[in-house]
């Protein structure tokens, strides 16, 4: 069992920048991740990282612009947004799996392969 709870959303102006932050208790998740989902929307991959933080996986979408780490002595995990545009404009959800998950599935970017989410965030980027 795994329990979420984001934090740090909230309103930017373009080019800005956020830290979210989301707190895991219960057991220690192999891989975490961000997904977000805007108004009418499909939900899409963001960003995922390993247990032990050295490995990061980033969509195309915000490569360069935002970053993911992990504190595993918090149990808490970060997605530095920085450069931030009005189409990142949604709600963010933390995701969490026990399973072991191979590069490849990672890079699938599937939500049905987390099992444990948060309740979401909203981030809001004005133009």
């Known amino acids: 069992q795994v329990q979420l709870v984001e934090s740090g959303g909230g309103l930017v102006q373009a080019g800005g920048s956020l830290r979210l932050s989301c707190a895991a208790s219960?057991?220690?998740?192999?891989?975490m991740a961000w997904f977000r989902q805007a108004p009418g929307k499909e939900r899409e991959f963001v960003a995922a990282?390993?247990?032990?933080?050295?490995?990061?996986y980033s969509a195309d979408s915000v490569k360069g612009r935002f970053t993911i780490s992990r504190d595993n002595a918090k149990n808490t995990v970060y997605l530095q947004m920085d450069s931030l545009k009005p189409e990142d404009t949604a709600v963010y959800y933390c995701a969490a799996t026990l399973r072991g998950l191979i590069l490849s599935t990672i890079w699938q970017g599937n939500a049905h392969d987390y099992d444990y989410w948060g309740q979401g965030i909203q981030v809001t980027v004005s133009s």
């Open positions: 219960g057991r220690t998740a192999s891989v």
């Open positions: 990282i390993r247990r032990n933080g050295g490995n990061t």
